[in-house]
């Protein structure tokens, strides 16, 4: 597999690179990050024009939606998409082409080393860019943004799994300046024909971010460490989800909680007189809106193995519970029962779609 | 007068199996205390972690899923899944802190009268140990 040196700043050859598919058919459409021109935020688009390109931001370490997410309901539209995705953003969409939810067929993926994204209330409270020089360098010098989102702090998986082109922006350089672009599959290689570049053949090295890992290792133990939810007790539970409003906006931002109805959401949990009553009876006073800790059990249980860590539920949480620090220190556990790492490999199957006989000696 | 404390074990039994299993325990007239409280279900598999958690967090001092033997399932395959699932509820359980001992699986066979009362008669005094589940008090749930 080939690489391609990037002579510019990694943001603008991956902007000019999608206007190269899209300006010679290869594509229909490029998903990307966008800065709204109207105002001094971001979103991500969908642009099948390639003269509205010039307000991508590919690499912008924002992320308003989990683009993993909203790939699952174009990637099977038959139209050919090239999409910029962050490296947890593509591991929870092979998470739902495991679920049947998405596919590959159609779809050029372009991912990068991440350095973390910013939380969504700092996006919306200060400009970027003028956070983007200190962010650069501190993610060059292989040490972690102190402002960006907990779950990024303390995430290793920032090189991506199984991208079809990988950019190389976090730790190697500042400006991009100097960045690789890897191609790491037969369908990268031909999207790119013809597209400009100096043309080697570097591979990709992952002991360059070293320090990078062991920096976010670090930051893993000292989050897990100081999580409320920690130690015995039902006391520790009750204080920190004890907060929760029951809006479910953590549920519905998740990339991998996909059901169209949710079993919380179902006539299951359509509360009625006789289930006042009958709490009642027993207790004396009922918290409304009810099972609001039962809600966030019952997706532990249902989907943390598949947990990416991407953050969005901690992001929009109106009352801040850290549902993603939760999710991920819970789903580290949960995954490692089947040895499974969410996101790493399209073909490794859900852990409860399978099983093997001999397992689990010390239940039953 | 202190009255003692009752355990109340939620049960989940397999109709293959568990169930046929506590039948047969009746029949021989072997002894297993009341705490246990029988829900039938089709297979073990059929029991949603959501089933366990709702369980614990209603006041159930203990939950137990009874099923077919592994092997044995009358679906083929359900109590491996269902060994799965409720390995899953255990750790989920364990890293946040909840008492995961309240929650226990059992291989009970139809023709395992006599284990169907030892385990009920083991468990509920393991439940007995660990006392009251403080979910039962708690209103804010």
Not at chain 1, 105 to 115: A, K, M
Not at chain 1, 193 to 203: D, P, T, V, W, Y
Not at chain 2, 69 to 82: I, K, M, Q, R
């Amino acid at each position: 597999m080939s690489s391609i040196t990037i002579d510019t700043s990694a943001s603008r050859k991956v902007r000019d690179l999608l206007k190269y598919l899209i300006e010679n058919g290869k594509i229909d459409a490029a998903l990307t990050m966008r800065k709204i021109p109207e105002n001094n935020s971001y979103d991500l688009g969908l642009i099948t024009d390639a003269s509205n390109l010039d307000e991508a931001v590919p690499l912008i370490p924002v992320m308003t939606v989990n683009a993993g997410h909203v790939l699952s309901s174009i990637s099977t539209s038959g139209k050919k998409i090239a999409a910029v995705l962050k490296p947890c953003e593509l591991r929870a969409f092979v998470e739902l082409v495991k679920r049947e939810q998405g596919s590959f067929e159609n779809l050029l993926t372009i991912s990068h080393t991440c350095g973390g994204v910013f939380p969504l209330d700092l996006v919306v409270a200060e400009k970027i860019e003028e956070l983007l020089p200190k962010y650069e360098k501190t993610v060059s010098n292989g040490e972690v943004p102190a402002n960006t989102r907990d779950t990024c702090r303390a995430c290793e998986h920032f090189i991506p799994m199984n991208a079809d082109i990988t950019v190389s922006v976090a730790g190697e350089c500042e400006s991009g300046k100097g960045c690789v672009m890897y191609l790491n599959s037969e369908k990268a290689e031909e999207f790119t024909e013809g597209f400009a570049g100096e043309r080697g053949e570097l591979k990709f090295d992952p002991s360059v971010l070293k320090k990078t890992l062991d920096a976010r290792l670090a930051e893993k133990d000292k989050l897990f460490a100081s999580m409320t939810t920690n130690g015995p007790g039902l006391d520790r539970l009750l204080d920190t989800f004890g907060k929760c409003v029951g809006c479910h906006g953590c549920n519905s931002v998740c990339p991998i909680c996909y059901c169209l109805l949710c079993d919380f959401e179902s006539a299951n949990f359509d509360y009625n007189l006789p289930y006042f009553e009958e709490h009642l009876s027993r207790k004396g006073a009922l918290r409304l809106p009810p099972d609001t800790i039962f809600f966030h059990l019952g997706r532990l249980t249902h989907m943390s193995f598949s947990c990416v860590g991407c953050g969005m539920c901690s992001d929009v949480c109106p009352v801040g519970i850290p549902v993603a620090a939760i999710f991920k220190k819970t789903g580290e556990k949960t995954a490692a029962l089947f040895d499974y790492v969410s996101g790493r490999d399209v073909e490794e199957p859900i852990p409860v779609m399978v099983y093997k006989e001999e397992e689990f000696p010390d239940i039953g | 007068m202190k009255t003692e404390f009752t355990p109340r074990i939620t049960s989940f039994l397999c109709k293959w199996c568990s169930y046929t299993g506590a039948d047969l325990a009746g029949t021989a007239r072997l002894q297993y205390p009341a705490s246990i409280i029988p829900i039938q279900v089709m297979c073990s598999s059929r029991v949603d972690p959501v089933f366990l958690i709702k369980a614990f967090l209603s006041g159930s001092d203990g939950v137990l899923i009874g099923g077919c033997h592994p092997g044995d399932c009358h679906y083929e395959t359900g109590n491996y899944h269902a060994r799965r699932r409720f390995a899953i509820v255990k750790s989920v359980f364990e890293s946040l802190g909840l008492e995961s001992d309240r929650l226990k699986l059992s291989w009970i066979s139809a023709s395992e009268g006599p284990k169907f009362a030892r385990v009920a008669n083991e468990y509920t005094e393991e439940i007995m140990k660990l006392g009251e589940n403080p979910t039962r008090k708690s209103i804010f749930l």
